[in-house]
């Protein structure tokens, strides 16, 4: 059973452009979380997205970021125009159920730098 | 709101020697804890939870760490620590959201030298 999957690893991209970044969940698990980590700083919250639905989305920017987690296929955070500011370490986790509890499995990342 | 706080941004410290790692929290509620490690360009990985029950709590490459409710900790501790420990540990913090939503530390650099 492959781990969480994220790619890219490494994206480079110039102001204004769009990236897009996906997350492959682990096998029958379909709560996925997104996490942001800025420089010198813990990971933040982003998002929680069930199949088709967004559950929590109060870590998101309120512009230019947008999640998507589809029936088929990985989920994408998507960033519009990006800025300096967005560069980051983009973190995806999955887990099989809903509780507080359960464990999130976390992918390796995805480092954005925008030049 | 909750938030967790992690005083030490790094740890020195030698091989074999015994290591804590602090962590306090702040939270209206009753929450869940956990530590988690990361290695260099790695994802983070779960080394232990507390959920409920035994303060204790214990991980299998022989990391521990106590639930202190009066003093709002969770540190991380080993009695012996190996070179190959040398990463970066986030305490974190859930809430009684319904959902897994952690709150994560700053985290801690533990550099183990022989």
């Known amino acids: 059973n492959a781990g969480v999957m994220q790619n890219p690893r490494h994206l480079v991209r110039r102001r204004g452009q769009e990236a897009r970044l996906r997350c492959s969940p682990m096998?029958?698990?379909?709560?996925v979380y997104w996490y942001r980590q800025l420089p010198e700083e813990g990971l933040k919250f982003m998002v929680y997205?069930?199949?088709?639905?967004?559950?929590?989305e109060s870590g998101m920017p309120k512009e230019r970021f947008s999640a998507e987690f589809p029936k088929e296929g990985p989920s994408i955070l998507r960033i519009q125009q990006v800025v300096r500011g967005d560069s980051a370490a983009y973190f995806c986790?999955?887990?099989?159920?809903?509780?507080?509890?359960?464990?999130?499995?976390f992918g390796q990342g995805t480092r954005l730098t925008v030049v | 709101a909750q938030s967790v706080t992690q005083l030490d941004s790094q740890v020195p410290v030698f091989e074999e020697a015994p290591v804590e790692l602090r962590c306090n929290y702040s939270s209206s509620v009753s929450v869940y804890l956990f530590w988690y490690v990361q290695y260099p360009n790695q994802g983070l990985q779960l080394l232990l939870k507390?959920?409920?029950?035994?303060?204790l709590v214990e991980s299998i490459n022989g990391f521990e760490a106590e639930f202190n409710k009066s003093q709002t900790s969770f540190h991380l501790r080993k009695p012996s620590v190996h070179i190959s420990d040398t990463a970066e540990y986030f305490c974190?913090?859930?809430?009684?959201?319904?959902?897994?939503?952690?709150?994560f530390g700053t985290g801690t650099r533990l550099l183990v030298s022989p």
């Open positions: 507390y959920l409920s029950g035994s303060t």
């Open positions: 974190a913090v859930s809430e009684n959201t319904g959902f897994q939503k952690l709150v």
């Open positions: 096998k029958g698990h379909s709560h």
């Open positions: 997205l069930q199949k088709e639905n967004i559950i929590d």
């Open positions: 986790a999955s887990s099989e159920s809903q509780g507080q509890g359960a464990e999130a499995f």
